[in-house]
């Protein structure tokens, strides 16, 4: 099982930046390349909702309420990603979980994975 480690979250002020990382790993064994990498968001008493997507090969995607402000990249050696937010809105309050559809590793692919949460919270 890929194991997903966030951090990064936090309280700031609106119009203020965070950067979320998400690193994996796998026990006994050597990642070599993710599928898809994603960033949701779950704001209290709403559903989880998928903010930025990036495909190992490099094609990002971007709901529309973050398009321009948020920034998804990956250090492929470090097997780690990262949601820039820039701009930050009151909206944009909630827990970000990151997620990956698959992994190739020295132990064979390996299955969906999900971060524990991360709270950002902006305040006006």
């Known amino acids: 099982q890929v194991q997903l480690v966030e951090s990064g979250g936090g309280l700031v002020q609106s119009g203020g930046s965070l950067r979320l990382s998400c690193a994996a790993s796998?026990?006994?064994?050597?990642?070599?390349?993710?599928?898809?990498m994603r960033w949701y968001r779950q704001a209290l008493g709403k559903q989880r909702d998928m903010v930025a997507t990036l495909s190992w090969g490099g094609v990002s995607e971007y709901a529309a309420s973050v398009k321009g402000r948020f920034a998804i990249s990956v250090d492929k050696a470090k097997k780690t990603f990262y949601l820039q937010m820039n701009n930050l809105k009151t909206e944009d309050t909630a827990v970000y979980y990151c997620n990956v559809d698959r992994v190739v590793s020295s132990r064979g692919p390996q299955s969906e994975s999900w971060g524990q949460g991360t709270q950002v919270t902006v305040s006006s």
């Open positions: 796998l026990s006994s064994g050597v990642i070599f390349g993710i599928g898809d």
